[in-house]
């Protein structure tokens, strides 16, 4: 698995997982980093999800084997904005941003259930299971809905309707 960089235009998020999470400016100037822990992967298959950046923030899915989380932080300053605990094992998709009703919301999938947060706070807002352990997919958002796949022991492939979405959905 790899990880990606990712930029808005001014700032280059470069996730190294367990050697770091770096932004830099185009220029290759450090502006900050943070170390996030020591990542303990499934077999030892390494560490592969790629941060969000989406107005502002920087959204880092950290799913492993010991305590998995999600966390923002404040493009400019390193600032932790918000961190949600995960019950999740290793995974290795990367956190997708969809506005929803007017709000961005960070979807993410995740061993046994995909879940939506609320960008601002990181507050849960929805979730549905479904999803085999392991997944390595990101879902792709298309206008109101939500694709999540999965092949790893057992086939999954869901299309989540966004706008009202609340609690735990039912996958149909």
Request: hydrophobic share 40%; charged share 20%; with cysteine.
């Amino acid at each position: 698995m790899a990880q990606a960089p990712s930029t808005d235009g001014v700032h280059l998020v470069a996730p190294f997982g367990s050697r770091g999470l770096f932004v830099l400016d185009l220029d290759g100037h450090v502006l900050w980093s943070k170390q996030l822990g020591e990542m303990e992967t499934l077999a030892g298959f390494g560490e592969g999800s790629t941060p969000a950046l989406h107005d502002g923030l920087v959204v880092v899915q950290w799913d492993e084997e010991g305590p998995s989380f999600l966390a923002a932080f404040d493009v400019r300053t390193g600032e932790e904005r918000w961190r949600r605990a995960r019950e999740t094992d290793s995974s290795w998709g990367s956190p997708v941003v969809a506005t929803v009703d007017g709000r961005a919301q960070v979807v993410v999938t995740g061993s046994d259930v995909t879940r939506a947060y609320d960008l601002a706070t990181g507050e849960p807002v929805w979730s549905c299971g479904g999803m085999s352990k392991n997944p390595v997919n990101s879902a792709v958002i298309a206008g109101d809905l939500a694709y999540v796949t999965n092949a790893y022991k057992g086939d999954l492939i869901q299309a989540l309707g966004l706008s009202g979405a609340k609690g735990t959905l039912e996958a149909g």
